[in-house]
């Protein structure tokens, strides 16, 4: 994509993105101002600069992601925080991989970037995970949450490290549950399923950043048997 090219916001064309998306972001989400920093042709000069050598990728995807997702804010189930995408590109090492930081900001030491690839890694401290194909996956995972605290009560268990994909297929098998996954509003490291009774969300992205944080399955239902139920296939693991 040329940097030249009209890119609009995500709530006038929201392209692929589910029903459920756009309702979660025309009813929780606002557009808040952001400091774009280096674009077009002076970004272009400090790649140069830096590096020796054009990126012209770069510069169009953060074009992209600032047309089309700049300034959009809401509260994050994620990153359990007030978000704002904020996405800018700073040359500054020749020896670092160019991507685009502040893509996700937070009210927290993590955040996610962008890499070149359009990939969005979840970072802390200079340790990272790449988590999701690209932004329109995480607004997906918070709408998922949005809809599942309207669902009904919630619960959470912690999990042991190592038993997250057994888990996951036997929530799936289970016929009393009847849980099939969201593709498109899950990562490398957390997923979601959903049945007409109950919503599930299994994560161990905080497991992967070395935060000392063991995996995590979040359960929301109007049904006390469902929670029992999903107690009743932890057992197993």
């Given at each position: 994509?040329?940097?030249?090219?009209?890119?609009?916001?995500i709530?006038?064309?929201?392209?692929?993105?589910?029903?459920?998306?756009?309702?979660?972001?025309?009813?929780?989400?606002r557009?808040?101002?952001?400091?774009?920093?280096?674009?077009?042709?002076?970004?272009?000069?400090?790649?140069?600069?830096?590096?020796?050598?054009?990126?012209?990728?770069?510069?169009?995807?953060?074009h992209?992601?600032?047309?089309?997702?700049?300034?959009?804010?809401?509260?994050?189930?994620?990153?359990?925080?007030e978000v704002?995408?904020?996405?800018?590109?700073?040359?500054?090492?020749?020896?670092?991989?160019?991507?685009?930081?502040?893509?996700v900001?937070?009210?927290?030491?993590?955040?996610?970037?962008?890499?070149?690839?359009?990939?969005?890694?979840v970072?802390?401290?200079?340790?990272?995970?790449?988590?999701?194909?690209?932004?329109?996956?995480?607004?997906?995972?918070?709408?998922?949450?949005?809809?599942?605290?309207?669902?009904?009560?919630?619960?959470?268990?912690?999990?042991?490290?190592?038993?997250?994909?057994?888990?996951?297929?036997?929530?799936?098998?289970?016929?009393?549950?009847?849980?099939?996954?969201?593709?498109?509003?899950?990562?490398?490291?957390?997923?979601?399923?959903?049945?007409?009774?109950?919503?599930?969300f299994?994560?161990?992205?905080?497991?992967?950043?070395?935060?000392?944080?063991?995996?995590?399955?979040?359960?929301?239902?109007?049904?006390?048997?469902?929670?029992?139920?999903?107690?009743?296939?932890?057992?197993?693991?």
């Amino acid at each position: 994509m040329d940097a030249a090219t009209e890119v609009k916001y995500i709530l006038e064309s929201p392209g692929s993105l589910s029903d459920r998306a756009i309702t979660f972001l025309r009813t929780a989400s606002r557009r808040v101002p952001f400091d774009t920093g280096l674009t077009g042709n002076a970004l272009r000069s400090e790649i140069f600069r830096v590096y020796g050598r054009p990126n012209e990728k770069i510069v169009s995807l953060l074009h992209l992601l600032q047309s089309r997702y700049g300034g959009l804010s809401y509260k994050s189930g994620f990153f359990q925080s007030e978000v704002r995408f904020s996405p800018v590109c700073e040359p500054e090492d020749p020896d670092e991989e160019l991507e685009i930081l502040y893509a996700v900001d937070t009210e927290s030491p993590v955040g996610a970037s962008v890499k070149a690839t359009g990939e969005v890694e979840v970072g802390l401290d200079g340790a990272g995970v790449v988590e999701f194909p690209c932004l329109d996956f995480l607004i997906e995972c918070d709408a998922m949450f949005a809809a599942a605290e309207t669902l009904g009560t919630e619960t959470r268990r912690f999990l042991s490290v190592g038993v997250v994909s057994k888990v996951l297929q036997l929530l799936q098998a289970d016929e009393f549950l009847k849980l099939r996954p969201v593709p498109n509003a899950s990562g490398a490291h957390s997923w979601w399923l959903e049945s007409d009774s109950v919503m599930v969300f299994v994560t161990s992205v905080w497991t992967e950043l070395g935060l000392g944080i063991a995996p995590m399955l979040r359960a929301w239902s109007p049904f006390d048997a469902k929670f029992a139920r999903i107690d009743d296939v932890l057992t197993v693991c």
